[in-house]
């Protein structure tokens, strides 16, 4: 006898590469997994390792309590889901979707008898299983659920509750992206800026990503100018010095050959602030632009 406690078996749909990488943690830790993929030769690999494969999504839910779905996107799960029983299942969903499809999904899943937790996955499918990655999944929605199922979810990669709003995972998830987007837009101008020239990419690369990181120290300044509303607290590079640089900018880009176009939407958005009055801010009056 044992008091090592169960472990708790679960459903994961979708089988592509997170969902396969997903599956392999749960299978190595010893959870009873039983999978489903639209595309049935994807589970050959995992019912070799112990999963137990389902031939419809409706039969997979049907096998346990603890349902994750992994899909291309929100339209997939509402296609994989359509048949099957929702009556007292915990439905989480790890798809990349939006705050609204994150939200429309909850109230069906409600409306069907489930309980409902999104999440967004800040992790690529080889930081899966690999604590010191530093991946997780941001979730939100039925917190019960989230208490119930936390260790199991807790196997394949770190959890971060962010709220009830079953659209806030989606929202941090995306938000983070987004920021993420624009810092390789502008390392993609810093590459190009050097491309013909005799630096080695090699050798500018540290100075890219140490830059970056000195300047990601300014993000918690920005969060407390938008929480005070005054922008010009703390400001040691104001509007007014920064968009004269960009002239330096712009002008650097064009002889060097560089298309100037991933730069200069950011760069229009500061030259109207300061047109509007705020030289002596920072640029977090940027945000108030965008926000309509
Ligand atoms: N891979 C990554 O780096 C990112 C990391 C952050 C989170 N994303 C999101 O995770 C979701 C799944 O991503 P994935 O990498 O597993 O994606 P694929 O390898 O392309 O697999 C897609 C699976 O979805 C199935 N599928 C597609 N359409 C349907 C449908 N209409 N009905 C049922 N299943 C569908 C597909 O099945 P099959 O093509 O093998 O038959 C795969 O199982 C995703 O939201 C990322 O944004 C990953």
């Keep these: 006898e044992t008091n090592t406690p ?16 997903l ?3 749960w299978l190595g830790a010893g959870h009873p997994l039983t999978v489903w993929n639209r595309t049935a ?11 137990t494969v389902a031939g419809t999504a409706a039969g997979a839910v049907a096998a346990n309590d603890l349902v994750v779905a992994c899909l291309l996107d929100d339209a997939s799960v509402r296609e994989a889901l359509t048949d099957a029983d929702l009556t007292g299942k915990d439905l989480v969903n790890l798809t990349t979707g939006t705050p609204a499809q994150a939200r429309s999904l909850a109230r069906w899943t409600r409306e069907r008898g489930g309980r409902f ?9 080889p930081m899966i299983g690999v604590p010191e990655s530093g991946g997780y999944v941001f979730y939100s929605g039925s917190r019960s659920l989230f208490d119930t199922h936390q260790r ?10 962010v709220g009830g709003d079953p659209g806030f995972a989606a929202l941090h998830d995306v938000a983070l992206l987004s920021a993420m ?20 990419p090699k050798e500018f690369a540290p100075l890219l990503v140490e830059w ?11 969060a407390a ?13 104001n509007l007014a010095m920064m968009v004269a640089g960009n002239a330096t900018l712009l002008r650097t880009a064009e002889e060097q050959g560089v298309s100037a176009e991933l730069m200069t939407p950011y760069m229009e958005l500061m030259a109207r602030r300061l047109a509007d009055g705020h030289a002596d801010e920072s640029e977090t009056g940027v945000i108030d632009l965008l926000v309509r």
């Design 23 to 25: 599956a392999r943690t």
């Design 117 to 125: 937790l999104d999440g967004g996955i800040m992790a690529i499918p």
């Design 212 to 222: 970056l990181t000195a300047m990601a120290t300014l993000v918690p300044g920005t």
């Design 6 to 21: 169960a472990k708790t078996s679960l459903t994961l749909l979708g089988l592509g590469a997170m969902g396969t990488a």
């Design 41 to 51: 030769s994807r589970t050959e690999p995992l019912a070799a390792e112990g999963a």
């Design 152 to 161: 199991t979810l807790a196997v394949p990669t770190g959890t971060r509750y």
């Design 181 to 200: 987007t624009g810092m390789f837009s502008g390392v993609a101008h810093a590459f190009a800026l050097i491309r013909r020239e005799e630096i080695a």
């Design 225 to 237: 100018q938008l929480e005070s509303g005054d922008y010009t607290v703390g400001v040691s590079s």
